[in-house]
């Protein structure tokens, strides 16, 4: 048996062989990008990384080793992706626009009294010239025909969690999120003139208004049934004049549709807010924007989020969110929705960005821009 002296002076001799041929490796890491930089080519290709693992680990003679030599390769490749990801050009990674403020005609859904014009009259100003959707898509397609210069959405609820629906069309349509505006929501029963709470036996809102108020038809044993939206729910029991019919919506709605609250503030959580999202088609930032909206998919492997993960940490950022949603075309494969504090005009954010592409089979920036 070898003394423990002797062992850790052969581990130390072959140490100094590794960091040397990982110096060398490196190099030619390095050689590598610039020459897929200067020929146009793809930077980081799974199918390479595939061929890599399989033929370095069929060299290995103890079958018990191999599994750690498939850990120690997987780590050699990220931490060269990572290296090779400092010698990306910046200027060609980042390109965007000041936000527009006048001229402009913003697309919502709904007809008025609906928590989406809230929001658009918060964000913006009353006076916005907008135009009104049936459906989330509608607003979607608006803008992609440049019939709207921006449209808004809601993206997550406080009590319910994320419409996911409008997360997929951010990706789908190839859109840029360029502001945020989160409103307290409120939900009240709304019924026909003189109608009493044991009058309602169903009610219409949108699928969002009937989640946030469960509790309270539940107790009460009040059918739902959803509807477009909140507001388009309570014009239609307006026109029914049915005092067993009642809509979940906002006291604007009230309003303008003539109806009486008959019972206020029954949702679920009090603290009720949602997240709404202004977009466009271009990436525009301001220097009050402080969060960064990514989606990527990444690698069938074993720790593929894992790296991302350790990016994001190795780089001092403070992840708000993540989120993710299934790939239709690819089982058991996701996109992955992701919030990052930071500015795109930060240098140190776009190399943490560069990195995360690294280690990424897609990645694409969805927006730049300031919580409110």
Same mark, same amino acid.
């Given at each position: 048996?070898? *003394?423990?002296?002797?062992?850790?002076?052969?581990?130390?001799?072959?140490?100094?062989?590794?960091?040397?041929?990982?110096?060398?490796?490196?190099?030619?890491?390095? *050689?590598?990008?610039?020459?897929?930089?200067?020929?146009?080519?793809?930077?980081?290709?799974?199918?390479?990384?595939?061929?890599?693992?399989?033929?370095?680990?069929?060299?290995?003679?103890?079958?018990?080793?191999?599994?750690?030599?498939?850990?120690?390769?997987?780590?050699?490749?990220?931490?060269?992706?990572?290296?090779?990801?400092?010698?990306?050009?910046?200027?060609?990674?980042?390109?965007?626009?000041?936000?527009?403020?006048?001229?402009?005609?913003?697309?919502?859904?709904?007809?008025?009294?609906?928590?989406?014009?809230?929001?658009?009259?918060?964000?913006?100003?009353?006076?916005?010239?907008?135009?009104?959707?049936?459906?989330?898509?509608?607003?979607?397609?608006?803008?992609?025909?440049?019939?709207?210069?921006?449209?808004?959405?809601?993206?997550? &609820?406080?009590? %319910?969690?994320?419409?996911?629906?409008?997360?997929?069309?951010?990706?789908?349509?190839g859109f840029y999120i360029?502001?945020?505006?989160?409103?307290?929501?409120?939900?009240?029963?709304?019924?026909?003139?003189?109608?009493?709470?044991?009058d309602i036996k169903e009610?219409?809102?949108?699928?969002?208004?009937?989640?946030? %108020?469960?509790?309270?038809?539940?107790?009460?044993?009040?059918?739902?049934?959803?509807?477009?939206?909140?507001?388009?729910?309570?014009?239609?029991?307006?026109?029914?004049? &049915?005092?067993?019919?009642?809509?979940?919506?906002?006291?604007?709605?009230?309003?303008?549709?003539?109806?009486?609250?008959?019972?206020?503030?029954?949702?679920?959580?009090?603290?009720?807010?949602?997240?709404?999202?202004?977009?466009?088609?271009?990436?525009?930032?301001?220097?009050?924007?402080?969060?960064?909206?990514?989606?990527?998919?990444?690698?069938?492997?074993?720790?593929?989020?894992?790296?991302?993960?350790?990016?994001?940490? *190795?780089?001092?950022?403070?992840?708000?969110?993540?989120?993710?949603?299934?790939?239709?075309?690819?089982?058991?494969?996701?996109?992955?929705?992701?919030?990052?504090?930071?500015?795109?005009?930060?240098?140190?954010?776009?190399?943490?960005?560069?990195?995360?592409?690294?280690?990424?089979?897609?990645?694409?920036?969805?927006? &730049?821009?300031?919580?409110?």
């Amino acid at each position: 048996m070898k *003394d423990l002296k002797q062992c850790r002076q052969e581990i130390d001799a072959i140490d100094q062989q590794i960091i040397a041929l990982f110096e060398q490796r490196m190099n030619v890491a390095r *050689d590598v990008v610039r020459y897929k930089l200067a020929h146009q080519m793809e930077i980081f290709q799974s199918v390479r990384e595939a061929e890599v693992l399989e033929k370095n680990i069929n060299r290995v003679q103890q079958e018990e080793l191999k599994d750690y030599a498939k850990l120690m390769l997987t780590s050699l490749m990220n931490i060269s992706k990572s290296y090779q990801s400092t010698f990306l050009p910046h200027q060609q990674t980042m390109s965007f626009q000041l936000p527009r403020t006048e001229n402009i005609t913003v697309g919502f859904q709904g007809v008025p009294g609906s928590f989406s014009q809230k929001a658009l009259d918060t964000y913006f100003q009353v006076d916005t010239p907008r135009q009104q959707y049936n459906h989330f898509k509608d607003v979607f397609e608006a803008l992609k025909n440049d019939e709207i210069d921006y449209g808004i959405v809601p993206l997550e &609820n406080s009590s %319910t969690g994320a419409i996911n629906d409008n997360y997929d069309a951010i990706r789908d349509y190839g859109f840029y999120i360029v502001g945020e505006q989160s409103i307290s929501i409120s939900q009240h029963l709304l019924g026909i003139k003189g109608a009493k709470l044991e009058d309602i036996k169903e009610v219409y809102s949108h699928p969002q208004g009937l989640l946030q %108020t469960s509790l309270f038809l539940e107790s009460h044993h009040i059918q739902p049934h959803e509807y477009e939206n909140t507001a388009m729910a309570a014009q239609y029991v307006a026109s029914l004049q &049915n005092p067993h019919i009642g809509a979940i919506a906002s006291s604007q709605a009230a309003k303008l549709y003539h109806l009486d609250i008959i019972q206020e503030n029954i949702q679920n959580i009090q603290d009720n807010t949602t997240r709404f999202i202004i977009f466009g088609k271009d990436l525009e930032v301001s220097d009050e924007a402080s969060c960064i909206s990514i989606v990527f998919t990444l690698p069938h492997q074993v720790g593929a989020l894992y790296q991302v993960m350790k990016v994001i940490n *190795d780089y001092s950022i403070n992840m708000l969110r993540i989120e993710s949603r299934p790939l239709l075309e690819t089982p058991w494969e996701y996109y992955f929705y992701v919030d990052l504090e930071g500015s795109l005009k930060d240098v140190s954010v776009i190399q943490a960005l560069q990195d995360i592409q690294a280690h990424t089979k897609t990645m694409r920036i969805l927006g &730049n821009y300031a919580k409110r």
